[in-house]
């Protein structure tokens, strides 16, 4: 960053360099160009890094779908496992809802739970399966 | 990390670095400007300006009245002037604070302008006046004011052009408000001297719109 800043400044004072009085000491002049190439610097940093966010599960998982088969395995049977700890109605709907793309009317017919129970249970599910893998994620 | 040295980047900008002429001294390039923005206001006073009609709003605070338009002119000529001086690099920050006291100077007679309207006329004191047409004077006006302000304030190039621009802006501005009162058939009352100051804030706001396209900053 700070041979960013360095270059920034080269270009700047090129830039500028008409805007120098000959007789007028160089110091400020050259001082006040850097000090505000070094502050927009840190406000682009700090720009960038309020839009981004550091994703730990990035450095493991690759596009390439063969890429993740070591521990894909793994991920279905936990899946499986956190899956089972869901009561039957709960499994029903987010089978339907989440995996099977179903409408709410459509699932509802499918399996006899009324709309808004169904909405219950999918809500329901969900929480039970976020803190189930925030534990494995965890561990 | 650069995805270029710096050896290289100074190499390739010495190759490039034809003689330049300098720019003057920020007071010799604003205290012309200055002049001629006078000058032409002047002008358009004489032109289409009722001199007569302001005395006559103003009987018997004629004094106030001076110091009112002092103040607006000082805040014009100050502002700009200082924005000479900031869109050089190195240059004292204090002049940001220069047209300062002038524009404090304006808000404070204006709000006691109004005031003493209020105590004349009782409650029309509060009504607003034709001040949409002054919103549109003033925002309009430093438009035309601020063009070649910013146009010779560009020549700078700003390194840091928000400042520079948002005293342009100032400037403008109170260079209109001095020109409308040339042009404004009654007197302020509290809600007109608050949307004077909204059309002040919008020149602000456009200055600072317009600032990287007008100023063409380093």
């Excluded at chain 2, 300006?49 to 103040?71: F, I, N, T």
Aim: proline content about 4%; charged content about 15%; overall charge positive.
């Amino acid at each position: 960053m700070a041979e960013d800043v360095v270059q920034d400044a080269l270009l700047t004072v090129h830039r500028v360099r008409h805007t120098y009085q000959p007789g007028l000491p160089v110091k400020p002049w050259l001082a006040a160009i850097v000090a505000r190439r070094s502050i927009d610097a840190m406000r682009k940093r700090g720009r960038r890094g309020a839009q981004e966010t550091h994703n730990q599960l990035a450095y493991e998982t690759y596009a390439d779908s063969h890429a993740n088969k070591e521990t894909a395995g793994e991920s279905a049977s936990d899946l499986t496992r956190m899956m089972s700890g869901l009561s039957q109605g709960q499994r029903e709907a987010l089978e339907l809802v989440k995996l099977q793309d179903m409408s709410l009317v459509e699932a509802s017919a499918a399996s006899g739970q009324s709309v808004s129970l169904l909405k219950v249970n999918i809500h329901r599910a969900m929480k039970k399966l976020r803190l189930q893998f925030g534990k494995g994620g965890s561990e | 990390m650069s995805a270029v040295p710096t050896d290289k980047v100074v190499e390739a900008l010495a190759a490039d670095a034809r003689p330049v002429r300098t720019l003057a001294p920020p007071l010799a390039r604003a205290l012309p400007l200055v002049t001629l923005l006078v000058l032409s206001i002047g002008l358009v006073v004489a032109a289409a300006g009722d001199v007569g009609q302001l005395l006559l709003r103003y009987a018997g605070r004629e004094d106030m009245l001076g110091w009112e338009m002092m103040a607006m002119l000082m805040t014009g000529v100050l502002a700009v002037t200082a924005a000479f001086y900031v869109s050089i690099p190195g240059r004292s920050r204090l002049w940001l604070l220069a047209p300062l006291p002038t524009f404090g100077a304006w808000l404070l007679l204006s709000g006691l302008g109004c005031y003493q309207q209020l105590v004349r006329s009782g409650a029309s004191g509060w009504e607003l006046g034709e001040s949409f047409h002054c919103l549109l004077f003033i925002v309009g006006s430093s438009i035309v004011i601020g063009g070649p302000v910013v146009w010779t304030l560009s020549k700078a190039r700003p390194i840091d052009p928000l400042p520079v621009a948002l005293l342009a802006g100032l400037g403008a501005a109170a260079f209109s408000a001095f020109l409308l009162q040339f042009f404004h058939a009654f007197a302020v009352t509290f809600l007109d001297l608050a949307l004077h100051l909204l059309a002040v804030l919008l020149a602000l706001g456009v200055a600072a719109l317009v600032k990287n396209r007008a100023l063409k900053p380093a």
